[in-house]
């Protein structure tokens, strides 16, 4: 979370600005009407007196009529409102000085409403320009009084009062504009406080909401007030309008009714609903003497069951590793041995296969090295983007001649369209599809028939590059299906039961998706769905695609 500057953010100044200018706009459309009630008071009243009452109707109309023009142009001043403030006092204090010289009697009154005006642009103006206008009102008010002296008028009092309002102006306009700054700093940084306030609250609220541990609110009357995705996944997927805890999960309700009259805790795990996993729930209160509202933690036992699978599986695969790279060394040399033994003339028939039996099983042996070796590994993918018919081309090409296949098949089908382009590591898609294609050599086959393999490459739904390796033979059973990608299980003597896991494993380490499909007309099908690449305009396969058409 960013935080912005003590003072205003643009967005709040211009509505505090706007807000001090329309105050200051609607006081002067006031002050003009009293000059105006002034002016054209009745004769009979005789206050106040008018010397030249043409002068001060004419004064004082106009006045109001400046008043009403600066009100409505108030949205429009905005844009220039340092300029529009300053022309604005300019003439409230020539006004105020011209209605004092028309009607004398309300001198006092009009010079204190005229702090007014220069209070109110204080808050708007910078304090050297406040300070100019104090001046000038001070020199407006001194000025007319040294004229009334002049011309005979009253003495050393007016001087005086003049000079006080003046103290006033400067007083005023200065305490304005220091008030105006600290407002303006509080209430900037109260905003920054309630944004990052309401960040905080996001981001919290969108942790619970994403947590994998199921969170509910539940007060007294038994009702849920808040659940994130988890607990509701966990609950059984209930209806928006369901919130009674005791109607939508009983056993959960009667648990929380124990440890709230018991203080015991019951730590067995317990199945909420149909078909979900089981959970084994927690209870806390909001706050140490609140008994309205209660926090119920749901902890998910399949992903803690996961999670100490994964430790497991991490520490064999260390130690699994060690044994290893002890073992490779003297089977090494047994497979050397064994080969150069093969070599002798001198060997009858029986020990020649006794050999063979040797070297396959070297052979044998040295796969689930390389197997337990990938399992500790666990390589970071270097992603590329890749044509996947290209790919698959040369894959299938690079096997056949390293691999005697026989009477078996193994063929690329491509789709015809435009390429297929997917995000990949090709080290480590080499090797997923390397295990997908040897299993389907291997198991893929009807008795006594050879074995047809396709690695086909095309696009699914929404431009998603999809790679599978598709063969004809018996297909899967469904149970052994849903456990297939299990470490360490396999239906074969002679498996390892690592390959399809670590098939799996490099191809979430490359944001790609691995999964067995039942062939309708027989068979299997193992999909790989690989991440597409992002599109640009200088993006390879655009512009083949845009080539073709």
């Not at 500057?5 to 100044?13: H, Q």
């Not at 600005?17 to 009243?45: D, K, M």
């Not at 009084?145 to 003046?166: H, K, M, Q, V």
């Not at 006033?168 to 920054?192: K, M, N, P």
């Amino acid at each position: 979370m960013s935080s912005t500057p003590l003072l205003s953010t643009p967005v709040a100044r211009t509505a505090t600005i706007r807000h001090e200018l329309t105050f200051l706009n609607v006081f002067r459309l006031v002050q003009a009407l009293v000059y105006v009630g002034l002016a054209f008071s009745p004769e009979g009243l005789g206050w106040p007196t008018l010397g030249t009452p043409d002068f001060a109707r004419s004064i004082t109309s106009a006045y109001l009529l400046f008043a009403l023009i600066s009100l409505m142009l108030n949205r429009r001043s905005m844009e220039y409102v340092n300029v529009a403030v300053s022309a604005a006092l300019i003439v409230d204090i020539a006004a105020a000085v011209l209605s004092i010289t028309a009607m004398p009697d309300a001198h006092i009154g009009i010079a204190m409403m005229l702090a007014v005006n220069l209070s109110a642009g204080a808050l708007i103006l910078p304090l050297r320009l406040s300070s100019f206008f104090a001046a000038l009102a001070t020199l407006g008010i001194l000025g007319h009084t040294f004229f009334e002296r002049s011309r005979g008028g009253p003495g050393d009092r007016d001087l005086l009062e003049a000079a006080l309002f003046g103290l006033a102006y400067f007083a005023s306009t200065t305490l304005c504009h220091v008030l105006g700054r600290q407002l303006r700093a509080t209430e900037a940084l109260a905003e920054q406080r309630s944004t990052d306030l309401a960040n905080l609250s996001q981001v919290n609220e969108l942790i619970i909401r994403r947590m994998k541990t199921g969170v509910l609110l539940v007060d007294d009357a038994n009702r849920i007030h808040q659940i994130n995705e988890s607990a509701w996944m966990l609950l059984g997927n209930p209806g928006a309008d369901q919130r009674d805890l005791g109607q939508l999960a009983p056993e959960l309700s009667r648990r929380l009714y124990h440890w709230m009259t018991s203080g015991k805790l019951d730590e067995t795990a317990t199945q909420l609903a149909d078909g979900v996993p089981e959970v084994v729930p927690r209870f806390t209160r909001l706050a140490p003497n609140d008994d309205s509202h209660v926090l119920i933690f749901l902890d998910d036992t399949s992903l803690l069951s996961r999670r100490a699978e994964e430790l497991t599986l991490t520490s064999l695969g260390r130690l699994s590793a060690s044994i290893a790279h002890e073992i490779r060394n003297p089977l090494a040399a047994i497979r050397y041995s064994a080969q150069l033994l093969a070599e002798s003339k001198s060997m009858d028939s029986t020990d020649q296969r006794m050999v063979e039996i040797i070297n396959n099983h070297c052979i044998r042996l040295n796969e689930i090295i390389e197997n337990i070796l990938q399992l500790s590994r666990r390589e970071r993918s270097r992603p590329e983007t890749l044509d996947l018919g290209k790919w698959a081309q040369g894959f299938v090409e690079e096997y056949s001649q390293g691999n005697d296949l026989g009477a078996d098949s193994l063929r690329v089908i491509a789709s015809n369209g435009p390429p297929v382009a997917a995000v990949a590591d090709p080290q480590q898609l080499q090797q997923v599809v390397w295990n997908l294609v040897q299993n389907a050599l291997r198991y893929g086959r009807m008795p006594g028939e050879p074995a047809r393999v396709m690695v086909v490459t095309r696009q699914g739904e929404h431009g998603v590059p999809i790679l599978e390796v598709i063969d004809r033979g018996p297909g899967i059973a469904p149970k052994v299906a849903a456990q297939i990608f299990e470490p360490f299980y396999t239906t074969h003597e002679y498996g390892t039961g690592l390959g399809l896991y670590l098939a799996r494993q490099m191809s979430e380490s490359n944001q790609a998706a691995l999964e067995y499909v039942r062939v309708a007309g027989g068979g299997s099908c193992f999909r790989l769905v690989l991440t597409p690449p992002a599109r640009s305009p200088a993006d390879p396969v655009e512009v083949a695609q845009a080539s073709t058409r």
